[in-house]
């Protein structure tokens, strides 16, 4: 039989953080992965922004990290995605997510991104970006946002001054 799925995304189940990878039907999984299929992109964008944040990575480890070792990888399968207490953002922030979720794909796509430093750092800006906006989206506090992210990069009065 022949089934078409065009966007997902593919987690990878063994690694040291959570690696989500949106695809638009371009890839084969191994079976050492977990695939979230939709209907709907947009969301489909979304929850990759989320799994691929500081926050949900910190939530996973402090969660699985006794439980799910082998190694130095964090198993991660569907049951575990299952627990994840995602937010479902509102129209602005979902957009926002999204639209850095696509930056990052667009750069992502481009042959010399493996070495083209000024695009790599665009990338990890963007990732910046949408962690500061999770942090946001789930109510943190600065304190806690350092518990998460020693390195963060704002002051206290620009995160508490920061609107999504």
Same mark, same amino acid.
Request: aromatic fraction near 10%; charge should be negative.
């Given at each position: 039989? @022949? *089934?078409?799925? $065009?966007?997902?995304?593919?987690?990878?189940?063994?690694?040291?953080?959570?690696?989500a990878?949106? =695809?638009e +039907? @371009?890839? #084969?999984?191994?079976?050492?992965?977990?695939?979230?299929?939709?209907?709907?992109?947009?969301?489909?964008?979304?929850?990759? +922004?989320?799994?691929?944040?500081? #926050?949900? $990575?910190?939530? /996973? *480890?402090?969660? /699985?990290?006794?439980?799910?070792?082998? +190694?130095?990888a964090?198993?991660?399968?569907a049951?575990?995605?299952?627990?994840? &207490?995602?937010?479902?953002?509102?129209? &602005?922030?979902?957009? @926002?997510?999204?639209?850095?979720? =696509?930056?990052?794909?667009?750069?992502?796509?481009?042959?010399?991104?493996?070495?083209?430093?000024?695009k790599?750092?665009?990338v990890?800006e963007?990732?910046? *970006?949408?962690?500061?906006?999770? /942090?946001?989206?789930? =109510?943190?506090?600065?304190d806690?946002?350092?518990?998460?992210?020693?390195?963060?990069?704002?002051?206290?009065? *620009?995160?508490?001054?920061?609107?999504?």
């Amino acid at each position: 039989f @022949k *089934q078409t799925i $065009s966007s997902k995304i593919v987690i990878a189940n063994m690694t040291r953080e959570i690696e989500a990878y949106y =695809d638009e +039907g @371009k890839c #084969l999984a191994a079976k050492s992965t977990t695939i979230i299929c939709g209907d709907d992109d947009k969301k489909l964008k979304y929850l990759t +922004g989320l799994l691929n944040s500081k #926050l949900i $990575s910190w939530w /996973y *480890q402090i969660n /699985y990290n006794s439980l799910k070792m082998s +190694g130095e990888a964090l198993g991660f399968g569907a049951n575990e995605v299952g627990t994840i &207490p995602f937010v479902f953002a509102q129209t &602005p922030e979902l957009t @926002k997510i999204i639209n850095l979720v =696509d930056n990052i794909l667009n750069l992502n796509s481009n042959s010399d991104i493996d070495i083209n430093k000024e695009k790599q750092n665009a990338v990890k800006e963007y990732e910046n *970006q949408i962690d500061v906006l999770v /942090y946001k989206l789930y =109510d943190l506090t600065y304190d806690e946002v350092l518990v998460i992210d020693k390195a963060f990069s704002l002051s206290e009065e *620009q995160y508490n001054n920061y609107n999504i």
